[in-house]
């Protein structure tokens, strides 16, 4: 059984950081992510690292959020710097099992002030 355990969201200040985990466990991933959602909006790739360590960003975080994993842990890391307002958002993680399911965490609210 797949289970992913997010943590380190928060409020922050403008111009701060925030570095969130997901721990997944039950399975082998071939591609790990956050994805994020905005009140009125929909939820969008933030980034994601595939099992060869390929990176993908949004344009509107590069540069500023950096993906990473631990693969003993089975983590992937997303640390966020130079946070805006518009990074307000539930971020979620998620893993595509490598035998094709998708799979969500619960989701950690990140909230930037001005």
């Known amino acids: 059984q797949v289970q992913l355990v997010e943590s380190g969201g928060g409020l922050v200040q403008a111009g701060g950081s925030l570095r969130l985990s997901c721990a997944a466990s039950?399975?082998?991933?071939?591609?790990m992510g956050w994805y994020r959602q905005a009140p009125g909006k929909q939820r969008e790739m933030v980034a994601t690292?595939?099992?060869?360590?390929?990176?993908n960003y949004a344009d509107s975080v590069k540069g500023r959020f950096t993906i990473s994993k631990d693969i003993a842990k089975n983590t992937v890391y997303l640390q966020m710097d130079s946070l805006t307002p518009e990074d307000t958002a539930v971020y979620y993680c998620?893993?595509?099992?490598?035998?094709?399911?998708?799979?969500w965490g619960k989701g950690t609210l990140v909230t930037v002030s001005s």
């Open positions: 039950g399975g082998i991933f071939r591609l």
């Open positions: 998620n893993v595509h099992h490598v035998y094709g399911n998708l799979y």
């Open positions: 690292i595939s099992s060869g360590g390929s990176l």
